[in-house]
């Protein structure tokens, strides 16, 4: 499915180290200076998911196989970004591109580090970056909102209704705040949907925090907290440097050793992987037997053919029927016969809206 969460944030607050850490397939490089990541770097994802495994040792297949998600460490966004600074129209554009935003956040003290924003201030931060996308959104709401004015004369009630939402997100942003919270409906949203408009993709915050804050947060990260509250957004704390440090450990043994020093029942970027996760409104189905068991990702709200199609597009074309097994079942009776013997198995159609963790085998005629 390739949908990209992309990592933003203000130039060495370790969004390249966070990169690196939660990165399965690519490693970004990391420097203290601004702009060490000029083109974005893409990695794949394993999204953790213990329930995966779980059926592995059920059905000992040949092979085991995550879902993923891209994520992408785009370049440090500076204030004056949306006017070019920085190569600002650059980072913008690919920021545009992908589906979540990660922000990540500096919460730590290190006079090692640089930082030309003046003293750490998170909720600074994030507001130089959330003026430098609402303003971004102004402009490309600004152009349509020209165009379609000219084309009201024709009395369209379509041009009319989109003018009026043009209008609505004119005067959102103006005040600074995100298109997010403006909680388009559905039609309304239809009129800026060619817009790509940054401020509307959902976010999700990470407090990168000192060593002694890992656990328990710190000023900085509650005062980001605070000031997200209202978003509905979730933030995760973290010390990008010592995750980063877990992922690059090859041996389970001294990894785990690691983090039992540390204190950790897993690496807190398993979190944010899955928060990632959630944020893009995705869930996971199964499919399982002797060559594979492999989670598959699809949107919520997916009927059964088009969960189908994730595996081939044949499968969605010449869809009959689905047989489907609820996770809890499968693991509760063992297998996919003893689930049938009890009379868990479920033959579904056309119109069965999947549930996260559906063990499913499709049944089609191309």
Same mark, same amino acid.
């Given at each position: 499915?390739?949908?990209?969460?992309?990592?933003?944030?203000?130039?060495?607050?370790?969004? #390249?180290?966070?990169?690196?850490?939660? #990165?399965?397939?690519?490693?970004?490089?990391?420097?203290?200076?601004?702009?060490?990541?000029?083109?974005?770097?893409?990695?794949?994802?394993?999204?953790?998911?213990? $329930? @995966?495994?779980?059926?592995?040792?059920?059905?000992?297949?040949?092979?085991? &196989?995550?879902?993923?998600?891209?994520?992408?460490?785009?370049?440090?966004?500076?204030?004056?970004?949306? !006017?070019?600074? %920085?190569?600002?129209?650059?980072?913008?554009?690919?920021?545009?591109?992908?589906?979540?935003?990660?922000?990540?956040? $500096?919460?730590?003290?290190?006079?090692?580090?640089?930082?030309?924003?003046?003293?750490?201030?998170?909720?600074?931060?994030?507001?130089?970056?959330?003026?430098?996308?609402?303003?971004?959104?102004?402009? #490309?709401?600004? !152009?349509?909102?020209?165009?379609?004015?000219?084309?009201?004369?024709?009395?369209?009630?379509?041009?009319?209704?989109?003018? *009026?939402?043009?209008?609505?997100?004119?005067?959102? @942003?103006?005040?600074?705040?995100?298109?997010?919270?403006?909680?388009?409906?559905?039609?309304?949203?239809?009129?800026?949907?060619?817009?790509?408009?940054?401020?509307?993709?959902? &976010?999700?915050?990470? =407090?990168?925090?000192?060593?002694? #804050?890992?656990?328990?947060?710190?000023?900085?990260?509650?005062?980001?907290?605070?000031?997200?509250?209202?978003?509905? =957004?979730?933030?995760?704390?973290?010390?990008?440097?010592?995750?980063?440090?877990?992922?690059?450990?090859?041996?389970?043994?001294?990894?785990?050793?690691?983090?039992?020093?540390?204190?950790? +029942?897993?690496? =807190?970027?398993?979190?944010?992987?899955?928060?990632?996760?959630?944020?893009?409104? @995705?869930?996971?189905?199964?499919?399982?037997? *002797?060559?594979?068991?492999?989670?598959?990702?699809?949107?919520?709200?997916? !009927?059964?053919?088009?969960?189908?199609?994730?595996?081939?597009?044949?499968?969605?074309?010449?869809?009959?029927?689905?047989?489907?097994?609820?996770?809890?079942?499968?693991?509760?009776? %063992?297998?996919?016969?003893?689930?049938?013997?009890?009379?868990? @198995?479920?033959? *579904? %159609?056309?119109?069965?809206?999947?549930?996260? +963790?559906?063990?499913?085998?499709?049944?089609?005629?191309?």
């Amino acid at each position: 499915m390739a949908l990209q969460a992309g990592i933003v944030g203000l130039p060495n607050v370790g969004k #390249s180290t966070l990169f690196n850490a939660v #990165s399965s397939s690519a490693k970004a490089q990391a420097s203290n200076y601004r702009f060490c990541t000029i083109e974005p770097n893409v990695g794949l994802v394993d999204v953790p998911d213990e $329930r @995966l495994f779980k059926l592995a040792t059920l059905v000992h297949p040949n092979r085991i &196989v995550p879902t993923q998600i891209e994520i992408v460490d785009i370049a440090g966004l500076v204030k004056g970004a949306s !006017k070019g600074e %920085g190569l600002g129209n650059k980072f913008l554009a690919n920021i545009r591109e992908v589906d979540a935003i990660v922000q990540v956040v $500096r919460c730590f003290e290190d006079e090692n580090i640089l930082r030309e924003e003046g003293p750490i201030n998170p909720v600074n931060d994030k507001e130089i970056i959330d003026t430098e996308l609402q303003l971004k959104d102004l402009e #490309s709401v600004d !152009k349509k909102l020209q165009r379609t004015e000219k084309m009201l004369k024709t009395g369209d009630p379509k041009t009319k209704a989109e003018y *009026e939402v043009l209008k609505k997100c004119r005067d959102w @942003l103006e005040k600074g705040k995100n298109i997010r919270e403006l909680k388009l409906e559905r039609e309304e949203r239809s009129a800026v949907a060619d817009l790509f408009l940054l401020t509307e993709k959902p &976010v999700l915050y990470v =407090a990168n925090v000192d060593e002694a #804050s890992m656990h328990t947060g710190n000023v900085y990260s509650e005062a980001l907290r605070s000031a997200v509250a209202n978003e509905e =957004a979730e933030v995760i704390i973290m010390n990008n440097s010592i995750e980063q440090q877990i992922a690059e450990m090859e041996d389970p043994a001294d990894r785990a050793l690691f983090m039992e020093e540390y204190n950790m +029942g897993e690496p =807190a970027l398993n979190k944010l992987i899955r928060a990632a996760y959630r944020l893009l409104q @995705l869930q996971t189905y199964f499919t399982a037997g *002797e060559q594979e068991v492999r989670a598959w990702t699809i949107h919520e709200g997916w !009927k059964a053919p088009q969960a189908a199609g994730v595996i081939h597009t044949d499968f969605e074309k010449g869809f009959i029927k689905a047989e489907v097994i609820a996770y809890d079942d499968f693991v509760k009776y %063992g297998s996919e016969s003893a689930t049938r013997e009890a009379g868990k @198995l479920r033959v *579904e %159609g056309k119109e069965y809206i999947v549930k996260d +963790g559906d063990v499913m085998h499709f049944r089609f005629n191309v």
